[in-house]
């Protein structure tokens, strides 16, 4: 088993900063990838941006290239994302994520395990 835990949520002004992190732990060394999901209320869960343990390759939505930076440090099995210029359609709970796969995939079910969840709330 794999456990997530995120932390780093919370309440900004628009065109202000925030930075999530992903703690991993158990079979960490089993997953191959890492990403970050968000779902706002009444919406499906939406692809963020994902990054792959090895090589740190690294992947975005368009929503969000060019303002958020998914990041990773291996020595702490830690994944970050690093969120600027934050609009009020950022709002949601964001959702870490795992997979045992090296593919590029977007979808939520393809994911193995999942953290609990952290609110962004950005404000107007």
């Known amino acids: 088993q794999v456990q997530l835990v995120e932390s780093g949520g919370g309440l900004v002004q628009a065109g202000g900063s925030l930075r999530l992190s992903c703690a991993a732990s158990g079979r960490a060394f089993s997953t191959y990838a890492m990403a970050w999901f968000r779902q706002a209320p009444r919406k499906e869960r939406e692809f963020v941006a994902r990054?792959?343990?090895?090589?740190?390759?690294?992947y975005y939505s368009d929503s969000v290239k060019g303002r958020f930076t998914i990041s990773r440090d291996n020595a702490k099995n830690t994944v970050y994302l690093q969120m600027n210029s934050l609009k009020p359609e950022d709002t949601a709970v964001y959702y870490c994520a795992a997979v045992g796969t090296s593919d590029i995939l977007v979808v939520a079910r393809e994911y193995d395990y999942w953290g609990q969840g952290t609110q962004v709330t950005v404000s107007s």
């Open positions: 990054i792959r343990w090895s090589g740190g390759s690294t």
